[in-house]
């Protein structure tokens, strides 16, 4: 693809921008650590599928075919990282009193509710409990040059592959300084590929192995997955900030050990010629926490009446790669915005139909940059064509990528089926598109006036006010408050009223 762009990403593993340069030609095959699912997904938790959403729109807005992976771990993972604690399925299922399947197949369902509501693109989504068995012949080929027994189980000797740690920056001679220590244990940092049921338990999830009766630990199916559904080595591999210290360092050991690679000078050795990490989402309340039981979810956003995209352009408007504080002030900014946005393009649409109502606007194809420059000539928009492709390949800018979009829809005197054309591409790649401006209302669930009684007494006020009858007017606009309804008189954004 040699007229395509050159994207440079933030390669965690190198610590230096990088450009993207496929493995397969015409290609980009992305593997994301998707949750555990013995609970609710907060809305931080959240942050990394909407980072990883707009990386894969981004590369498809490039023109790449794009395979993306986002794994369900619904067995292994235990209440820490680091191979210690409670099994998180097998301790949920015992407070719920139900099965750890019935658990998984919950809140898996939960979570890829809250993708759509994202308007997460649909992803491939693996469970762990589906390659059990590949699991355990992974664990064969490797478990002679590069692992040990113990009682407990089987763990990865991390002295048998080289530069174990370099993701993290964090190995010293005492060993990761997070880990607790399992005895008999060679090194610190060694870490489970077996875990066994211990003697005199039984699990719900279980299976026999030649290291005994047990399940797969943690980071084992991510391996196991990635190389399954993308082949060694694949594009680019993303998680939280949080991964980059334990996780994402021993999945790159495994995968050194089943390929027999080297050293980790060359990226590919790991498994990914790139791996990318989003900064933590930061509430001060100390709310964003499972641990703190009640934990800000975005049911909890959309209960008190924000539509689940305002919290998708709070993302937006910082960089993946820095923290990013949640306020419900902040949350409100970006609604707002996000409705500027909605409208602007409806009323460029509008005016674009208006125009050629026979014509109808082309809808939004994957490879549009190139489509883009095709479509819009005007001396005004091709700069901010430009503008919204290189903060796109400027390690994926979406902040500036914003401020581009609304340049658009403030320029003036340009064409309007070329202004409305670019306004709608541009909010692809951003997962912006395609919201009528009502679902943006705030209605919370605790409303206690339905919307069809809003709209009868506004069409009633709009007729009093037709008739000059103020004090009916009036009236009625007292009457909406009395019951939590604000009228927006002259809102320039058209939004008639809000639920506070």
Known sequence: MTDTPQLKLFNSLTRQLEEFQPVHEGEARVYSCGPT??????????????????????????????????????????????DEGEDKMEKMAA????????????????FERDLARLNVQPKQHPRATEYVDAMIAWGMRIADKHCYELDSG????????????????????????????????RNAADFAIWRKTPAGETRQMEWDSPWGRGAPGWHLECSVMGEALLGFPFDIHTGGIDHREIHHPNEIAQNQAYCGCGGLDDARHSGAKIWMHNNF????????????????????????????LAYRMMCLQAHYRSELEFSWEGLGAALTRLKRMVMGVRQATGAAYNQAPNTALPA???????????????????????????????????????TALEEVIATKKVPVDQKATLARAMLWPLGLEALPREEFRLRPKDAVVTEAEIEDALERRRDARAQKDFATSDAIRDELAGKGVEVMDGDPLGWEWKLG
Request: charged share 25%.
């Open 364 to 402: 939004s194809p994957e490879n549009r940059a190139d489509a883009l420059r095709q479509a819009v000539d005007h001396p005004k928009l091709v700069p901010l064509i430009d503008k919204f492709e290189a903060a796109l390949l400027d390690d994926l800018n979406t902040a500036v990528a914003l």
């Open 95 to 110: 407070r719920e009193g139900k099965s750890a399947w019935d658990i998984a197949k919950f809140y898996q369902e939960d």
């Open 154 to 185: 089987l763990y990865f000797d991390v002295s048998s592959v080289a530069d174990y740690g370099r993701l993290a920056r964090a190995v010293t001679e005492d060993g990761e300084g997070r880990i607790d220590t399992v005895e008999g244990k």
């Open 281 to 308: 989402l930061v509430e001060r309340s100390g709310k964003m926490s499972k641990s703190s039981g009640e934990f800000l979810r975005l049911q909890l956003l959309i209960d008190k009446g924000y539509h689940p």
């Open 37 to 82: 699912v013995y609970n609710y997904q907060h809305i931080g938790n959240m942050r990394a599928y909407v980072f990883a959403d707009t990386l894969g729109r981004t590369l498809q807005f490039l023109g790449y075919k794009l395979t993306h992976v986002i794994n369900i771990t619904d067995v292994g993972h235990l209440t820490s990282d680091a």
